[in-house]
């Protein structure tokens, strides 16, 4: 039991997000506190050669605008695995596409249909985006080499094959391509990449192997050294992550979750890391915090604090 | 604009669900006015011979004791489609196995591990149930048809193959096998009957084709007059429910929601089921209600209402 | 630790409002199972004559047509002193006096002004009943005895002089009046009441002593050989229900809260009720739940449970 | 209707608090675009001379360490009036007194008790804090004049005699007093700070004049040219600041909240600021936002932001 002193945060005008972070650590409760104990496992995981970072994407974060922090995660090496949505993954290669997410659109649902708006909280994207994203994506799949498309391809070496097709630097599908970095969808067709690749399927030989990735996942998982998550928005990424460590015998040793989850309801989403603790999946002495705020309030502010840290 | 006085809701002690439910509907506000009106569409949807209905399962509802509770609705033939991530199946079959998940257990996260013991909120399963697990699903691979296997299994006919295997009344894959009803599992390889798939194929030639999964949930979507969705928990199978009126342009024409999620994170699982109609996945004119509740607590009250209004 | 069988409930249409919970007590965990172990508590705590029963009334509860089954609560001695917010008391009172709260009324917010509508979620309340409230609770505070109006009166005084007043057998400000149940409502000039007593004071010599209605609480908690809580959407009731046992220095026996407010941002609202037992306004051994649901679903099945219970 | 592209927020390691919610603003939707626009109305409100600010606190804010912020915002002029919860106001008084709220102690609530340690959230106070404040308040209560106790204090006048004689330049009840800024409770016996006035009541004069407040905190919205309101965690602070427009007949210009609070359930805690408006508490053209997000996160980077923004 180490009892420390609540101090009083002292915010004014000359504040990085580093410093803001640092008061939030001087308090040390509540919400703020548990942001400025991920700020410090985040550092400690990202620095470390020998952790692998696992990052979830749930939620609709690629069309909130965080596809392109994704993708420098990526291109700075602080992130090694990647479990998405399809979701996501369609919403970014959407982007890459040249098409583009909006706001500030008004009208009930009805009349957005009527116009051809698909809408995500206040969020938009147009049917001619989806167009666009069918269009190119029915290419790509015909670009892709046969041979592996005979005996079965896995999600992780379609997006690997999706991303060096792509030229937006800015799209995490293809950052995670450059990089060598191995994104995962065990949803796939849960997608409306998923639907494309089933339209696909109808007049193509396309196999996707699912099984084959999950050999790839707990492959990553069980040589490492150690092993950290960074968890946005539970969902399938959550649980897939984590339960790799019930075949390696591990756990992880570092873990973050940001969500709006509550846990009484006993949904995955809204469990404690602790709770992951019980199972294995984390160590028992691993570092790890929940965090109940909005990600993309929490999370732009948490990279921004940590690579201020990091650049020392 | 239909104005309606708010009545006050009489309770006495001779109250059945169904008196329970017409008060909150004589009040009409709040979670209990939107828990009434989902009476109407679930009791609407589920008499009309002409509509299909689509269940959604996730968060942990079979280790809360809902897995009766869903196999009894699709014996009564109130439930034509299941989407349920893999641990609600991987649970179901558990139970179905003789296992049996517990509460009433005390002790921190690491204590439960050193006892093999892994914590869903206040439920609790033992590692001994999932060894049983292991042995009994593998026993099921070797079972089934091999040449099925070659060419690749879907998910929903592994469902009806382990379902048929089953002797437990209360399992819902089993009730499912037994009626004809689907199950789908986009994300199987998501949850532990996922590994377990996974260790299987390591020896033998295990293919999984969730491509063919689609096709076969798009034209159960495509065939029917009408269409209802009861989506438990959000997650993916709200998703993947929803998305098949991407595909086939119709959209649903009831739809009820329980959850707890909220919306302004922009996730899916907490999305208003109006948004659903900006899509297209919704109908415009569609009887839909978004009922923010424990699962756990308003499904069962929902179903015992709705099964003693249709009694008459 | 008492190790117990999580067992999946039966649901059927044969089902009281006992029964159905009678099925989540034998599932026994998520927050069916909080609502089950509430009821015990319930039961056990209204029917032990030596245990004094404290209810809280925070949000919209009145307007959602919920007024009446507190009337009810309180004259069937299920409920010995009462804390509610003003917005209740003054809505109670609206309904006593003709005026009705409604729904299905659409228009933005501001149409709604326009036409002299407040919204309150999906429950609206006309100015024309907030003009009727005026004139009538402005007659009954000429009414009131003047002698008492000199030394100030307390709000609890003043509740039951204006529920002596009121002819509505579902008002609770009435049946409290009837049955000689305090209500305390330590934030009187915080709603629409407080506002017209000012008015009120403006012209005539009304004071209002708070303090003297602290010591009136406190006395009833101090009276007591044990004591119980019902604590239905935190707020200032909450606290104010728990704080007077910072003076008697003995804590309550039984308590029980409903909220869907989340206890990390460290508000009483969402706190858990075992933090209040390091205040020591719970016993360490008192028997405590926090079921988290919405108040009007959760506490209607309650009541009708308890009271078929009680019944035998 | 303004359509808007979504861009991409960029984070890197040269960010200010204000960098960081322009890449907020740029993305602007979902939590971090509210939160952008909270930093637009906040700036926008706070720097035009005709608009008079009010400043609801609740939740447990002053434990969390936030005491010093709010001093600090009444000292720079840019709140000119506060409700708060009686207990943020004991807690400022605590830290004033020189105690301290403390992080980093463990133990069940039980074992929190017997010592002597009380809990809120993650956050602790001691007996001790409590005795010391016991001791410091009731001499204060004894310096305050007495011919002012005879007629009533009203507790506005009471916290600037209390905060007269603070030393501690971090409180914000001295802030307040130096400022001549009222500080409203309305709930004041709903406190610690309350039950000690009721102490010193039984062996001294004291009383309270709750309606003098409402008086005069009407008259403050009332002469204002225009008003704004920010509402930090919902409680009767919200009610409070919205409801003097009920009487002024004007409306606030500008609002913000912060709160994790739902409006599904009804209470105004979580209500939107959109709803204010049917009852004329917002203007129907206000500037306003609803920020879900929990406060310790969301008003330090928002109040960082302003004012680097509004110096220039």
Same sequence: chains 1, 2, 3, 4.
Wanted: charged share 25%; hydrophobic share 45%.
């Amino acid at each position: 039991m180490y009892k420390v002193k609540i101090k009083r945060m002292k915010i004014d005008e000359h504040m990085s997000a580093l410093d803001l972070v640092r008061e939030m650590d001087a308090s040390g409760v509540f919400c703020a506190g548990s942001l400025a104990r991920a700020l410090d496992i985040f550092v400690e995981m990202v620095s470390d050669p020998d952790v692998k970072v696992f990052l979830g994407i749930a939620g609709a974060l690629v069309p909130a605008g965080l596809g392109g922090l994704f993708a420098d995660l990526i291109r700075e090496g602080f992130v090694d695995v990647i479990v998405s949505t399809g979701a996501n993954i369609t919403h970014d290669i959407i982007e890459a596409f040249g098409e583009h997410h909006q706001r500030g659109i008004s009208g009930n649902d009805s009349e957005l249909r009527s116009q051809g708006i698909n809408r995500i909280y206040d969020a938009y994207v147009s049917d001619k985006a989806f167009m666009t994203f069918e269009e190119r994506i029915q290419q790509i799949f015909r670009d892709i080499d046969v041979e592996k498309r005979k005996g079965g391809i896995t999600v992780s070496e379609l997006m690997t094959e999706i991303g060096k097709r792509l030229e937006d630097e800015n799209s995490f599908v293809k950052a995670a391509a450059d990089k060598g970095v191995s994104i995962f969808c065990p949803a796939i067709t849960d997608s409306i990449l998923g639907l494309q690749a089933w339209l696909f399927s109808q007049l193509n030989p396309l196999k996707i192997d699912v099984l084959e990735d999950l050999h790839k996942i707990i492959g990553l998982a069980y040589e490492n050294k150690k092993s950290g998550a960074i968890i946005l928005g539970g969902g399938f990424p959550k649980n897939h992550i984590l339960q790799t460590m019930l075949i390696t015998g591990r756990g992880f040793d570092y873990a973050i979750q940001i969500t709006l989850d509550r846990p009484e309801s006993g949904g995955l989403s809204g469990a404690t890391l602790s709770e992951a603790c019980s199972w294995g999946k984390l160590k028992s002495d691993a570092k790890s915090v929940d965090v109940i705020a909005d990600v993309t309030i929490a999370f732009p502010l948490l990279v921004a604090a940590a690579k201020e840290k990091l650049k020392g």
